[in-house]
């Protein structure tokens, strides 16, 4: 059975860090897409980065500079290092996996799902 679980989440200042993690199980997910989305309560969720199998990525123009995703494939895990955070990314935060290595940008096109770790950035 295929398993996404988050960690890393929590309160931080605006202007902090935190390291979210996705640890896959169930099968191998260092040759497929995945990506870390964010949902705010009454908003649609939306992707804020992602990564394809070949290593590619797509950063939402709000993150551009402050978020970077990584993988280690190795240990079927990835991470998403958030800094300079700021009150509006304020959200719960998913990782989700294809069963592609074409990275996605549409939460349909993603087939696994983690069940979400809360993101609070005080101001």
């Known amino acids: 059975q295929v398993q996404l679980v988050e960690s890393g989440g929590g309160l931080v200042q605006a202007g902090g860090s935190l390291r979210l993690v996705c640890a896959a199980s169930?099968?191998?997910?260092?040759?497929?897409?995945m990506g870390w989305f964010r949902q705010t309560p009454g908003k649609e969720r939306e992707l804020v980065v992602a990564?394809?199998?070949?290593?590619?990525?797509y950063y939402a123009d709000s993150v551009k500079g402050r978020f970077t995703i990584s993988r280690d494939g190795a240990k079927n895990t990835v991470y998403l290092q958030m800094n300079s955070l700021k009150p509006e990314d304020t959200a719960v935060y998913y990782c989700?996996?294809?069963?592609?290595?074409?990275?996605?940008?549409?939460?349909?096109?993603?087939?696994?799902w983690g069940q979400g770790t809360q993101v609070t950035v005080s101001s």
């Open positions: 990564i394809s199998g070949g290593g590619g990525t």
């Open positions: 989700a996996a294809r069963s592609t290595a074409i990275l996605a940008t549409t939460k349909a096109q993603y087939d696994y």
């Open positions: 169930g099968r191998t997910f260092r040759t497929y897409a």
